[in-house]
């Protein structure tokens, strides 16, 4: 496997966007954020989506030439529209606007609809924390999980994801998605041939599975059971129903070229620290670190994130050969 | 076990509170919470907590007399200072302000600091649900649970409630404790001298523990272990360190009279769905709880609390004998 640079990345998927009727502004900030997500070390959602996003770009199921539109609705209040383009561009968008007017308000709203993937939910918000917010994000994906009790899936895996700015060191970053496991590992299970533990998913009729064949006809069992349940129906209203989005039973796969739109939605709260919390927050911010840290065996959730990418700045993105040809042949 | 009116009940607890050096309006609104969680089925946060609550006003380790005073320093931002009385008069005073704050904004933020006990979240966030706002809480507790791979209490049981309107029958409530069973398990186990299963808590050196003495001493388990740490974190980042209430491993208990006043925070979001969601989100609303409802064996978060609260309106609230008993003893 050979090494890159991040810019020598960030080139190789721009252009393959660029051949896949994506406009270049879009193929940049789309590969930003996948080049992001691979110095975050979550190859999961970086270099491996580029062939399946592509796919949707040429069908049309996403628009490559989008451009999102922002209306301020109140003052603390942001309505984005990622018109069924890529959710980067619109993304960006909220950066540029949500911290201006968090900081003129204390906090300040943006739900972003007909939206997409978006990728690693922590590191957009460790890019409000870079810029001194505190951050809160849901967003909503494909329908995945069942009220606990039921099902039928109404809610994704739904990701709450979290930034706090600190007074010395990089954020801290949760970000939490509320299945028990990921679907990937149903999916390898699947391609392996082996059985799933009993507590990963449920078959169609809600029953206890180990056959990952079945498992991915049914849901997905939250973390935490009936509780996690509640928390995904949370980010379901709040990422969906709140700003009209298309709730996890109505979106189409982030995954193939086939149908129409998902149209998912993604809320961020920004807050300016400083305002609620005076000029000592971000000291106490990094009084919670340290204790996290000063435990043998505890890690600060978002710094193992911080240092592998800069280990990757300096060392190189390792890209396996079969996946730069795919990439390279992309649109050709 | 005779039953009695709310109205009655009212009485007999904030008559407790007055004996009991709290002032007459800090007693009708610890009274009017505590027949609130009653009412909702939470009686662990209701009648039983009237002698402790009490036991700390005579002790001064609450101020009964203590007058919440608020702070508006941005648009969308309010301070409030609990001022070591309890809670329930400074959650009062959030609802008092907070809702304006919302909709002129289209969200607002209100951190309590110097806090005690907010008993059932849900309820709370279910006044301002009422009043046509969805609405998100984070409260922090004392110290119960520790950094994943830790064995420090940092966190904690932490809990996130929501709330949201809809356009037919009573609001969605979402209410959930980060800890993977509740504390009172635990405790409940050792009064009966059993053993507790492996999972729900830690011992102190951060070993697996069936011994309940041993597990009160050490920590509680999260829910969905790695990942429901971080949601604690998130919460006790959210709830203390940014408004500057205490921290879990700094707050003393809820429960006795002894030591300083526990000094927690609490934060609360309210957002205008209308603002960012337009005229037909409260109709959204009502579909996501339509579609959960038309599951059977699935339920909507908060409705079966709501019925209760009829019934119980309806036929009066059962109190033992020996708790009606020891709550009019109280301050004689």
Redesign the interface.
């Known amino acids: 496997m050979d090494t890159f640079t991040a810019d020598q990345v960030h080139v190789l998927v721009r252009d393959a966007f660029m051949r896949c009727d994506t406009s270049a502004s879009n193929a940049d900030s789309v590969a930003t954020a996948l080049v992001a997500a691979e110095l975050a070390g979550q190859t999961g959602h970086g270099l491996r989506r580029v062939t399946s996003y592509c796919g949707q770009s040429l069908s049309g199921k996403v628009n490559g030439h989008a451009t999102p539109s922002a209306e301020k609705?109140?003052?603390?209040?942001l309505?984005i529209d990622a018109a069924n383009g890529f959710a980067y561009p619109a993304l960006d968008l909220m950066q540029d606007l949500l911290p201006d007017m968090a900081r003129?308000?204390?906090?300040?709203?943006a739900?972003i609809s007909r939206s997409h993937h978006c990728g690693v939910a922590g590191v957009i918000m460790e890019k409000l924390a870079d810029a001194g917010l505190?951050a809160l994000m849901f967003a909503n994906t494909p329908g995945a999980m069942?009220?606990?009790?039921?099902?039928?899936a109404?809610f994704g895996t739904n990701p709450?994801a979290?930034a706090?700015p600190q007074s010395k060191g990089g954020a801290?970053v949760?970000?939490?998605s509320l299945s028990?496991v990921a679907r990937g590992k149903i999916m390898a299970a699947k391609q392996k041939g082996e059985a799933i533990p009993e507590g990963w998913a449920l078959g169609p009729d809600?029953e206890a599975v180990t056959d990952p064949n079945i498992a991915l006809q049914g849901t997905m069992v939250p973390?935490?059971?009936a509780?996690?349940t509640?928390?995904a129906?949370?980010v379901?209203?709040?990422a969906a129903?709140?700003?009209?989005a298309n709730?996890a039973?109505k979106a189409s796969s982030f995954f193939d070229a086939e149908g129409p739109a998902p149209g998912v939605g993604q809320t961020v709260?920004a807050?300016?620290?400083t305002?609620?919390?005076?000029e000592?927050?971000l000291d106490?911010?990094a009084?919670?670190a340290d204790?996290?840290a000063a435990?043998?065996?505890?890690?600060v959730?978002g710094h193992r994130r911080q240092q592998l990418k800069q280990e990757l700045m300096a060392n190189g993105i390792g890209i396996p050969a079969d996946l730069k040809a795919e990439i390279e042949a992309l649109g050709k």
């Open positions: 609705v109140a003052a603390g209040t309505k003129q308000c204390g906090i300040a709203i739900g505190v069942a009220p606990w009790g039921g099902n039928k109404l709450i979290f706090a801290i949760v970000d939490v028990k809600g973390l935490g059971d509780k996690g509640a928390l129906l949370m379901e209203l709040m129903s709140l700003i009209g709730t039973d709260i807050i300016d620290p305002k609620i919390g005076g000592n927050v106490r911010f009084d919670m204790s996290i435990q043998s065996g505890a890690r959730p």
